[in-house]
């Protein structure tokens, strides 16, 4: 029989003597007190064997402290009762004065048998649990194996019923873990054994649930079977389920847990990429410091079957594939290994198709031989091939269009030039003419796009109202981002990707843009003219690795900030900072901070996202392709 001993923080002693316990039980060994009204401050508590005894061994006991506050956490499990084979989603909500988002949550399940897994639980919204930093966490627990069998109530004399079916209760422990406190909260759920029609060790629900016909199967390739994935809890489709790098077979061999982030010991490529060449395949992929070798695998769908196809690939981050046949799709996954045999994540390339000729064919467009402005809509388009013409002298049907999808026109054969009416356009904006090209092999290009502005005769365009606002001197730029905008303009002049560059020089004043998550100016905007002092387009240079050093330039018309302040001025507003938000978005701010423009379709803003998710590292995906 246990005995306590309570010391408020004012030194005030609650014994069993001298305040009687709230609660005894003698059969269960519970006992203790509820105080009214605490007093605020450490407590003390004291336990001993009630006769002043001590065991030699030591004794086991359980001190639990809880308290009326309005920091909670609930725990959230379905009602509706489960089939073995099934995930159990878990939710909690954590709340206070108002949702608490930023606490450590984590459920402990404790299974039939005794074993315990720790199911981590999110805030981040992508994991069912809502909005982010809404207090309502939410995570899934996928071990739900077990099921036992359930000694039937029979009475005497009465009907015989049908055995009942084999039964797992499980038990949840809720642990929320903050800087300023700890929660904790009980639960359990209880799951039927489900059907196994197939009588393969596998319910039904977990097939269905996976995607899977087979125990014996391995369609993640982490040599972990099907079954044992059922027995773990691990993902049957995911090489790597906690995402940590080292995939879930490899974990298990060296008596690690799939399910932590925190003992992985090799990292996973970050790409693998395959590219058909003549009569081969030719397969790119990343390679980390530690690899020793990578695994091959190769299918003919992209959902296999798999085949290995070199155990020992060197780390070299090549490898060409040469047993192929022309006309036929291949996938590819790959795996590293490093000296310790420790196996990544399973990465899969995109689906390629080997042929004689392979290679797309490639042709710019010129509208009106490269001018930049068109006092008419019906023009003439040019179809000419880039510096290297290996890939336009093949070219045998295009498709041409006003619009980027090419969706109202059909191939057609292929032609040099042609007479083209643009789309309607108002005077002073710019529209753009589409094409794609299919070679004779049937090989198709990417999407080719050329620019023209329309300037009919009469027609007025915009002058910066304030073109000093925002700006800085030639000379007070720093020199590298001249430097970097001068290489541009000195490789462009002259050539066939800027046409009238050809005595073309930089304005006397540069804008200064900016980005919401950089601090200072971003980029500058050197504005060109040509040898008749018109604009002749800009370059836009990066200040740092935020961007690429030159994201965005043209060879013809205003500079976006001037399309910005001309876009303000039409309702009545002067832009006194400009901003690059995107590849081709820009906005204005006036002296009061707010929005003066944002020409194009304004961008919509992201809420519930913090900035520092910007320098998180991002996961690689992979997208798989099947050729008409």
Known sequence: QLALRLVSPDGKEYTEKSIAYTFKNTYSGHLGWRIPSPVAGEWRIFVSYADGSVAPNGAAYKVIV????????????????KLTGLFMPIFALVSGEKPIGDASVRAVVIAPDGTRTVVPLYDDGEHDDGLPGDGFYGGVYKRVNQAEPVQPIREEGGEKLPDPRDEGSYRVELQVYHAQFQRQALGSFSVLEAPDANDNRLPDTYEQQNGLTSPDGDNDLDWLDNYSEYLLGTDANNSDTDGSGENDGSEVEKQKNPFS????????????????????????FDVKPGYHHMILYRAESPNGPWQLRDQEVPPTGEYIDKEVKNGQGYWYKMMAVDEKNHRSAVIASQGVVPSADPFAPEARILINNGAPTTADLLVKLSFVPYEEDDYYGDIAEMKVSNLADLSDVEWQPFTKEMAWQLAETQPGEVTQVYAR??????NESLLETARIRYEPSGATTCVDPNPRAGAVKFSDVPV???RTAAQLLADMRGGPMA?????????????????????????????????????????????????????????????????????AAKNNKKVAKFFKLDTLSYAGEDENGELAAMPGTPLIKVSGLTMDMLDKEQEISSSEWTPD
């Open 480 to 482: 590298q981002f001249v």
């Open 66 to 81: 809880s308290a009326d506050s309005l920091l909670t956490a609930h725990l959230l499990l379905p009602a509706k009762r």
């Open 499 to 567: 046409p009238g560059w050809e005595k073309a020089h930089f304005a006397e004043l540069v804008r200064e843009l900016y980005r919401p998550d950089i601090e200072g100016v971003a980029y500058y905007e050197f504005q060109v003219l040509n040898g008749e002092e018109k604009p002749a387009g800009f370059i836009i240079v990066a200040t740092g690795g935020h961007d690429h050093p030159i994201p965005h330039w043209n060879y013809e018309g205003e500079t976006p900030t001037q399309h910005v302040a001309c876009e």
């Open 261 to 284: 982030e925190k003992d992985d010991s090799i990292a996973a490529p970050a790409f693998v990429d395959a590219t058909a060449d003549v009569n081969s395949v030719r397969i790119h």
């Open 437 to 442: 090209f299919r070679d004779k092999a049937g």
